[in-house]
């Protein structure tokens, strides 16, 4: 898919003229990158940093999204438009692939609960309510299982299990105790066990 930036202000990075060569930072580092689309407002900079982190950055959005993957491409505008201002903020302690995700997940967040006025925790599951494990014939493929879980279960299994954040990191973006992400993990990869394997609901231990 591909994503394309509504911009109105002139100078705004986000609109670079087509057909520019890129020869002179494509060899560049994310980290030299981000230096000089932050310091000094290098709009080839900031274009090559777009085309690196795009598409990952998508698949993400939409991971997290889950049902609401339709506004997938919605939060990716949004959470580069919230990025270039913040670029000044980071710090290499962790790759521009992770931070960029962090942006994201708040992105994700304010659509899922637009107009709610509710913190992350109104998406999570009961922690003391028993788990009701779905009950399907066949398998579901992977992604399909991801999209089915519910959202606090898809959020917090999508960080920890496949982009790697810690439950302390996990806590620290989401405003809960890691205790609770740590029984959301282990709930939803029960769920995510019956829906890969199709099996009875008995037999997920």
């Given amino acids: 898919m591909t994503v394309s930036l509504a911009v ?31 310091a000094s407002g290098d709009e080839m900079a900031f274009r090559e940093l777009f085309r690196r982190h795009t598409p990952r950055l998508l698949q993400f ?4 999204l889950g049902a609401s993957a339709g506004d997938a491409e919605d939060v990716v505008q949004d ?12 710090r ?27 913190s992350f925790e109104f998406l999570l599951e009961d922690d003391d309510a028993p788990l009701d494990l779905p009950h399907h014939e066949d398998r ?32 620290l973006q989401l405003g809960i105790a890691p205790g609770t992400s740590k029984a959301q993990l282990f709930k939803a990869r029960r769920v995510m066990r019956a829906l890969l394997t199709g099996r009875e609901k008995n037999d997920v231990q």
């Fill in 61 to 64: 959005v939409t991971r997290v």
């Fill in 140 to 171: 579901m493929d992977l992604e399909t299982a991801i999209a089915s879980l519910a959202p606090g279960y898809r959020m917090i299994l999508v960080l920890h299990d496949v982009e790697g954040f810690t439950h302390e990191e996990i806590a």
């Fill in 92 to 118: 290499n302690e962790s790759s521009f692939s992770t931070w960029l995700c962090s942006v994201g997940l708040r992105a994700a967040l304010d659509s899922m609960r637009r107009g709610k006025r509710r």
């Fill in 8 to 38: 109105t202000e002139p100078g705004n990075p986000l609109l670079v003229p087509s057909g520019v060569s890129r020869a002179r930072i494509a060899g560049s580092s994310d980290a030299v990158l981000v230096v000089a689309a932050a």
């Fill in 79 to 90: 959470t580069w438009l919230r990025a270039y201002p913040a670029l000044v903020t980071f």
